[in-house]
């Protein structure tokens, strides 16, 4: 007899539109959230009223709404989970509008689950949407609709969190988005292995070429197209260097349409609500960790904080990375997926996949809420296949967070103890140079393609070990051909500081020239 106090995922939802294409509504980020949780009620199967039970609902935060001054471009709700539980007649005590960051939906399917466990809870919702592709395309044809609300009453604002990535020197030398910032890790990783920018870029094709199989199968994917490695890694006009390495159809897709939702119960409620015990999913574990911010690494092409939140995961449930029959690494780069593989010894080919959607560039980087798309998958994978075991990786920020979820129909037995678990941070920082000094060893770098231009960003360290962030001067010759080649790595640059307070490296003569 599985106990009343239990958590279990009763109901999983997905909703998503294509512009343009037959059925295409041009939802808003509330409508679309609300099809998704509606979506995951009917999925419960239930004979009572889901929506009446719901005590806490958490919104994940869109994109836009992710940081101080960033306004959704047609408005919003003055209470945005009080506007999604609205869509489906609920009034949860609790309402919530969530942090930023990709591994929020993970974390809270821990957090929740944990709470029904105590006792604190007996119904929480997950649920998010993006709606940037819609907001696209009406920019564009010059309409700006209303999608403002007054819902009033009161919920629980997290604020943005991002204050752990807040990384000043980066941004000011141009490294202010997720692309050159994963992209100085990615080139580290690929210094590491002493492979050439064409070797690569292979690697990332190969990895993404099951992905694209994947998503093309998927009917909620924003790019549902089989592409092989070659087409991935190959640099064309279509497929230009966005950040180098990577190519642009390598990056998650950010302009997508897309919701999803979980509904979490105890397994009292889910009996009382008529739910059926084949569509109960079980929480074996989840773990949380954060990493230090990105120039303070020891190693810039590592995450050692992702890792340990997997494999704190499985030794909470008692499995080995083998005993997965399901698993979706957060992809919306090559570099966490490969972090993963390199630690546990998968193959890029594993026969199990390495992703349930399609992944971030191919299914869709649906902001902060991609991950809870990928544990509908799980969810409905455990369904068709009873005591397998699912494993979710959600990633936030430049690897900056992580949360890992397992999952199954077999019971998880919470009365033995909380199977959710916060990680302390295991790693010491490398010190941030107040002064750069006059030269610096370049540990690895990019050339970000922008709106505004090109930057050559690289870090460093100087003499007495700092790190140092700086911009290359390709205005000099010998320091461009250095940069463009590829291979800066372990080279020497001579630093000054321009009249803007950026860090300039140019290549350091030979000693004795």
């Not at 709404?65 to 007649?89: H, Q």
């Not at 466990?117 to 007996?122: E, M, V, W």
């Not at 890790?185 to 099951?210: H, M, Q, V």
């Not at 006059?438 to 540990?443: K, L, N």
Request: charged share 25%.
């Amino acid at each position: 007899m599985i106990a009343d106090s239990t958590p279990v995922v009763i109901g999983v939802g997905q909703f998503s539109e294509r512009v343009g294409e037959p059925g295409y509504e041009g939802l808003n980020y509330m409508d679309l959230a609300g099809r998704a949780l509606s979506a995951a009620i009917a999925d419960s199967g239930a004979s009572g009223k889901v929506a009446d039970a719901i005590d806490t609902l958490a919104a994940i935060r869109a994109f836009e709404m992710s940081r101080p001054g960033k306004e959704p471009p047609f408005g919003a709700p003055d209470n945005i989970p009080g506007a999604i539980a609205k869509r489906v007649g609920a009034d949860p005590a609790r309402k919530i509008l969530t942090t930023t960051g990709g591994q929020t939906n993970q974390q809270l399917v821990g957090e929740f689950a944990s709470a029904i466990a105590a006792g604190d809870s007996r119904c929480a919702v997950v649920v998010g949407s993006e709606a940037i592709s819609t907001v696209l395309a009406l920019a564009a044809k010059g309409e700006k609709p209303d999608w403002s609300e007054d819902i009033g009453g009161d919920y629980e604002d997290q604020g943005f969190g991002i204050e752990e990535l807040m990384e000043p020197a980066l941004f000011a030398h141009g490294a202010s988005g997720a692309i050159p910032l994963y992209a100085l890790a990615e080139n580290a990783r690929r210094a590491k292995l002493g492979k050439s920018l064409e070797e690569y870029r292979l690697d990332i094709g190969k990895l993404f070429e099951p992905f694209t199989r994947i998503a093309a199968a998927n009917p909620h994917a924003a790019a549902p197209v089989h592409r092989s490695a070659e087409e991935l890694a190959t640099v064309t006009e279509r497929n230009r260097i966005v950040a180098e390495p990577y190519p642009r159809m390598t990056v998650a897709r950010d302009q997508v349409n897309q919701a999803a939702a979980i509904i979490v119960a105890s397994a009292g409620l889910a009996r009382e609500l008529g739910v059926p015990e084949d569509k109960w999913v079980h929480i074996h574990a989840v773990s949380a960790s954060t990493e230090l911010k990105l120039s303070q690494r020891p190693d810039l092409s590592a995450a050692p904080a992702s890792i340990a939140s997997v494999e704190a995961a499985l030794a909470r449930a008692g499995k080995g990375i083998e005993d997965m029959g399901y698993i979706d690494f957060y992809s919306c780069f090559a570099i966490p997926v490969f972090n993963q593989v390199d630690h546990f010894g998968l193959g890029i080919d594993d026969p199990r996949g390495l992703t349930l959607t399609g992944g971030l560039p191919f299914f869709g980087g649906a902001g902060n809420n991609y991950s809870a798309h990928a544990i509908a998958e799980a969810v409905e994978r455990a369904r068709r296949d009873p005591g397998a075991f699912a494993l979710v990786g959600a990633n936030g920020g430049w690897m900056s967070k992580y949360a890992t979820g397992i999952y199954s129909t077999a019971p998880a037995d919470w009365s033995a103890g909380d199977r959710f678990e916060k990680l302390p941070l295991a790693q010491d920082a490398v010190p941030l140079a107040k002064e750069p000094g006059e030269r610096a060893t370049v540990e690895t770098y990019t050339i970000n393609h922008g709106k505004s231009g090109s930057d050559a960003i690289f870090i460093g360290r100087n003499a007495a070990g700092e790190r140092v962030v700086g911009n290359a001067d390709m205005t000099d010759e010998a320091t461009r051909e250095l940069f463009e080649s590829g291979e800066p790595f372990g080279d020497t640059l001579a630093l000054e500081t321009d009249e803007r307070g950026r860090t300039i490296g140019r290549l350091a003569p030979m000693p004795g020239l």
